[in-house]
């Protein structure tokens, strides 16, 4: 057993997207050493199934609108648990720091008295540029890579300010936003995004029954309504979504960039 796991401690553990495969190795050594897994309902049953036989599972799973705990009674759960002089890991889809409310749990943690610290994983939106093929950043073109939720209250999407988020040199990952998909595209496009700008959305990345879509903001409202499932899914948005997001060559420098990059 390592020194930084002894009884009492909590880690918050990133499950990745999905993928067994795309965990850390540390996520996988913190597994095999827990007493409880305390898990969310987006982890993979292939990293559950690293969880060691006798150790005990608990599911504290929360998909939207479908909470089977709220979020105090997970952080007294880990923390009764971690008095208790067990080993906890508390594992979380993509990363912990991500939309994954850590805060509440370091919070709960530190006003306990409990050792916690985070390992970090594989966030959902770099699994679905995986499995795209693309970069979320693009040199001159997508500068900056902006991070958002879009939950709505009763079909409103609260708390985003358009004006900030139609951004032509960004990229942009909606987490949690199939449902708002309409309120999203008519926002950045009254806020000045063009119509065209391309957009992918992309369910269940990194694991065997993924899909992706690829079409336009303006097209995007349609698009989520018809074309995926119930699985968790992220949408990004930006130039560096193009399918040939490379300039063309029309000078010498960048003739000579566009070939270097397909590898002559
Ligand atoms: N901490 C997580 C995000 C939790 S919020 C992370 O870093 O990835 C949950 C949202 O993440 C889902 O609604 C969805 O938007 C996204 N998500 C999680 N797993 C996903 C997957 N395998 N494919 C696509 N989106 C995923």
């Known amino acids: 057993m390592s020194d930084e796991f002894a009884p009492g401690t909590v880690w918050l553990v990133g499950a990745g997207p999905g993928d067994p495969e795309l965990l850390t190795r540390k996520a996988e050594r913190l597994i095999g050493e827990a007493s409880v897994v305390f898990h969310d309902a987006l982890v993979g049953p292939g990293v559950l199934d690293l969880v060691p036989p006798g150790v005990r599972r608990v599911s504290v799973g929360k998909r939207s609108g479908r909470h089977s705990k709220d979020q105090r009674t997970i952080d007294e759960l880990i923390v009764e648990a971690a008095l208790a002089g067990e080993r906890v890991v508390r594992l979380k889809g993509g990363d912990p720091a991500i939309f994954g409310r850590a805060t509440e749990e370091l919070t709960a943690c530190h006003a306990a008295g409990v050792p916690v610290r985070i390992c970090p994983g594989v966030t959902a939106a770099s699994a679905a540029a995986a499995d795209l093929g693309l970069s979320l950043t693009l040199r ?19 708390g985003l300010d358009w004006q900030a988020l139609a951004d032509p040199e960004a990229t942009l990952a909606v987490y949690m936003g199939k449902a708002a998909a309409p309120q999203i595209a008519a926002g950045l496009v009254a806020a000045g995004l063009p119509a065209d700008t391309p957009v992918a959305l992309i369910e269940n990345a990194s694991l065997p029954g993924r899909r ?8 995007l409202p349609l698009a989520a309504r018809s074309a995926l499932g119930d699985g968790p899914a992220v949408i990004l948005i930006g130039r560096a979504l193009q399918d040939l997001p490379y300039p063309k060559p029309s000078s010498p420098a960048l003739a000579h960039r566009a070939c270097s990059r397909s590898g002559f």
């Open 140 to 158: 001159g073109l997508a500068r900056r890579l902006t991070f958002v939720t879009a939950h709505t209250v009763k079909g409103e999407v609260v």
């Open 212 to 219: 992706h879509l690829r079409t336009t903001l303006g097209l």
